[in-house]
Structure formats: C-alpha cells, structure tokens
DNA sequence: TCTTTGTTTCGTAATTAGACGAAATACTAA
DNA sequence: TTAGTATTTCGTCTAATTACGAAACAAAGA
C-alpha cells in the first residue's frame, strides 16, 4: 500500500467528523439533554418522551453520537443511561475554538 | 396546513445547519483557507491546486458553503473571488459559544 | 467574430444517511 | 419458568450527499 500524500491535517479531519455528528437537530438536542442533566441519569426513554421519532431511529442517533466519540452509555439493563464523553467534549471544544478564535 | 408544535428550538436548528455545512473535511478546508487568506483574494483555481478533487465538485461544495451562509462570492468574470461571509460567520461563532460553553 | 479562460451547471452513478416497524436482547420480577 | 420492560439491532425503503466528466457561461483578447 502507497504512502497517500496527507491532503487534509488531523485537525480538519477531526473537524469535520465533529461537526458532521452535530449536523442534525436530534442529535444537538441530545446533546443539549445531556448537558443540561450532566447531574442526572439520561435514558434513551426520557429523551424520546420529547422527540417525534421512532425510538429506533433516536437509538440509531444515539449510537452515531457514541461513534464520534461525544457520549458514552452505560449498560444498567433494561435501562441505558447516557452521559457527555468528557474527552471527546473537551478536545471538539477545543478544535472548534482554534477553529473560530484563530490568532 | 396545522400549526405545527414545534420540536427543536431555533438554536438547535440552525446549531445543526451549521455544523452539517462544517462536516466535510474539503469544507472545513476551504474556511481555513479564506480565513487564512482574508485579505486577498481567493479564486475557485487556488484551492482546487490543493485539493484532489474535481473542480465541479469544488464548486458543489463551495455553493454549500454559500447556501449556508458562510462564505460569499464576488464575480469578477471570469474569477469568482470568495471570502468569508462575515455575518455568517459571526452568528455561527456565537452558536458554537453558547453551545460549549453554555452557563 | 472566434478563442481562450475560470468557473459553474447538468446529467448521472455510487455511497451514505435517516426513517420506520418487527424482531432480538438482556435483565427483573412474578 | 414465564412475562414484562427498555432498548437495540435488523431489514428495508427513500432521500440526500459526494463524486465525476461533459457541456454551458460570460467576459477578455486575438
């Protein structure tokens, strides 16, 4: 396999998986959820009491969001409780501040 | 038509529209490169020598860009100078603020 | 008038995303 | 063991995205 010439740099790349996940209203909503209950337990069930989708689709969602590294769920069967990633949080805030607020 | 209940705020909305238009390693290329070169002007030509990619599809991704508000484009037959679309530009800084760091 | 030039638009193909309902999963409680 | 519960996975469909090359455009220069 050929050593590719590197087109983008890691922060492009990283940029764009970040934003890409965000790029839909469900999914900012679930982060929002997320943000604003940081203290409490989030359920998939909670969130989809406030959405207009199948749960399967929120699940779906969900796991896009787990994909791209901005939240973590933990199993406590039959429920899922979700929360903010910390690290994937901290480095897309910090990549979107170089981003936004470049010197 | 009914009035229909609104599910997603404002905020989330367009918070999504934006980040779906940053979702494209060639995008977030292309703000980086106007940002970058905001006091000169910069052709459709200059970027594509950097890009691997078609120049029809340069320009798709360029008119995106547009439609969501965060470049603009000046002709100048037979150039087209972009460059920041700075209204944009500014709500979109202050979204992505309140988003992270939110109080 | 005919070329040339930089760029976009068009037509098209391949891939990915978004949505749903039905079925599967994995644990609890009866 | 059986039933119940919250959620995910699967199969499927439709629509949107990404990509390309060919053709169109619009102005400048020969």
Redesign the pocket.
Known sequence: MNVQEKVFTDQQEKMARYS?AL??P?RVFIMDFLLKNADKCC????M?EEL?????????????LKAAGLIQ?E?N????KYCINKAGWAEAKELLDTFFYRK
Chains 1, 2 share one sequence.
């Open positions: 890409k790029g839909h469900v359920y998939s069930g909670d989809a207009p989708i199948a749960r399967s689709t929120l699940s779906q969602h969900l796991s896009e769920g199993i069967p039959p429920y899922i």
